[in-house]
């Protein structure tokens, strides 16, 4: 709901202001796993929670830092939080519509 929304939109800002902060963007990350876990079990209420909430944004921007940084298994762990949100079944991009 709101709430989640809320949660979401704000890390989605810290992820902006901690630009080159290693330490900053590993704790981020533990948070983002948390989210990827819970689209994983959610699947589409979750995900679409995620895509309101500025998560695809935010995991390509830490992707970015990380990259910027050469951190190698940061950049590889984005990455594949990035992956398993938006290649899941249940994501609307990948959908294959029924021909009613």
Known sequence: GAEER???????????????????????????????????????????AAERGGVKTALEKLLRDADERDDAPAKKAFGELHRIIYRHPDHPDNQVPNGD
């Open 6 to 48: 809320d949660l979401l939109s704000a890390a989605s800002e810290l992820v902006g202001r901690v630009a080159g902060d290693a330490t900053s963007a590993h704790h981020l990350g533990r948070f983002y796993t948390a989210v990827t876990r819970a689209c994983e079990i959610g699947g589409y209420t979750e995900i679409m």
